[in-house]
Structure formats: C-alpha cells, structure tokens
C-alpha cells in the first residue's frame, strides 16, 4: 500500500510541525513500509547517509540495508566518531555544569574513549588501520582536538542541545521515518542583537574541505534544516560544518575550515520531495526483483565504484565482474 504525499509532518506522537504545500509530492506515492531485512525486522526509517548511499549504487545500499553485509570500519570513520564523542562530551559538560571542561580532560576522555570503541569494534566488524597505524591515528585525533578547541570552538555560540536526535514523517500513517542526530544545536547574538540557532556538525578529513559551493548543496545540512523547520516554532537559521582537515596524502600537518549553510522554504521542500520518490524507488525495486537480484549498479566512473572505496566491489557483477 502507498500513500499519496498530501503534505508532511514529524512523528504521530508530536504535535504537527509547519503545514507544507500539498502539490509539493502529489504525484510520488510513498510505500506505507519500507521493505524487510534479511533478519526479518521491517527497515524503519531513512536517513542522510542511507540517500546518498542509494542515490550513489543501489546495489551497494541492498547489500548494506537489504542484506545486512557490514564492511569493517575504517580508521578515518572510527577516528572521525572518537573525536565527535571528545567534542561532545564537552559540550554536555557545559550544559550539565554551566562550565566548560578543560582541554586535557577531553583529551583524557578521548583517549579513554578509543581504547574502549577500539575493543568493542575489532570484536564486532574490526578497524581497518591502512594509511596510518593505531597509535599514529590516536596522535592525530589528539591534534584534532586541540585544533578544533583553538581555531574551530571560539566561532561557534553557545550549546542548547547535544546529538540529539531529530525524526519526522512525509505524511500521516506512514510506518517509517526521515531521521538523522544533530551533532551540536547552538546559539549566538548576531551584530543586530539578533539570537542566531544554528546546527553544527563536526568533521574529521583526510580531503579536501567540503566548500562553499558543495555545502549549499549537501544533502546533511538539508535533512538537519528540514527536521528544525518542521519541528517548529523556532527552526535553525543555518548549518555549520566544522571541519578539521588531517595529515595524509592532501597535507602534511592540520589545518581546520569552517563553513556554513543555509536553505530556502523551497530548497526544504524540494528535500522531503527527493526523500519521497527515493522511498518509492526503493519499495518498488523490492517488488520487482526480490531481496537476493541486484538492483541496479552505480556509475562505472564514480568514485564509489571502485576497489578502493567500496566493500562490495569484489563480489559486484559491476565492480570486479562475475
């Protein structure tokens, strides 16, 4: 069963957010569910990483969500979560006890912090330390954090709310949601006197900086804006990523870049739409060709259809062949 998208909503148990234009999606009709796992457990919502996931390879998104086949973690993605957790339990410390910590506890809690994930993970799907060994990734997350504490902490307004999760459905009696966790929810006084919300997510890369260009096209700051916004009455005024750029093949030592974004009523809308017709797309590839068919291979050109940065690329009938 589909439903027809007549406007949208956050969860049945919370109050309406922000009523949307009903001809936004009139045309897509979005499944009431979203297909079943391998384990038999219904999928139940969607999220930033998942749409692009899909919009990317849609044989790669089945493996993952369809078939459950987890790739080991990466040393940049368990370095990257190490230092959101220090960055985190920072601000918490701030919200809980009207202070900040000093830096040398949250170096102290960060490196707790990797030694007890680091056990957790090699027991579950294992670490893949490739361009750096452990104790050279630990040092970096270190510098991570002073750079973050020195360059990055002093722009950004004060913490209101830490990793909280945001969640909201297309329409009514869907049986599936649109969710995503807002690294750090903060306010600042604008020139004006204004109070200025704003949504910041930390990152820890190995490349280039994301850009100018690239944030306003980024599907994270739509997704986080477009939850704030339907939640109302005081949605975010615009998104930050706060960015520490990491010694590797782009750079010899660490440098950090902050950039923000904003998105227009129509840009927010335009993003439950793309979210929509990627629900439909997704249900009606599981009824036509099952969990165990492929469904469709990502661009041979793409940087994610290669052996380097894609887990399946072995196995795929478009990566390495039959």
Known sequence: MALTMPGAGVHDDVPDGRALASQLAARIPIPTQLPVRHDGRRLTHL???SYELWCTCREAWRRRYILGEREPTSAAMFLGSRVDDAVSDYYRHILEHGEPSPLDEVIHGYRNGWSERLEEEQQDRGVVFDE??????????VDAIKATFERLVPQLGMPVAVQRRVAFKLAPGLEWWIEGYLDLEAQSVALDG??????VDYKVKGGDAISKDKADRDPQPSVYLTGRWLEGPRPADRFAFAQVLRPGRKRKSTSTSLVRTQRTVGQMRAT???F???AS???ACYDQFGPDRPWGLADPTSW???E???SYWAGCPGGAGL
């Open 194 to 199: 204004e109070i200025v919300d704003e949504i």
């Open 272 to 274: 439950l739409a793309r």
């Open 308 to 310: 380097r940065y894609c």
């Open 47 to 49: 999220s930033k990483s």
């Open 281 to 283: 797309e997704i249900a």
């Open 276 to 278: 929509a017709l990627a």
């Open 304 to 306: 994610k259809c290669s």
């Open 132 to 141: 750096f060994d452990e104790p050279t990734m630990l040092k970096i997350g």
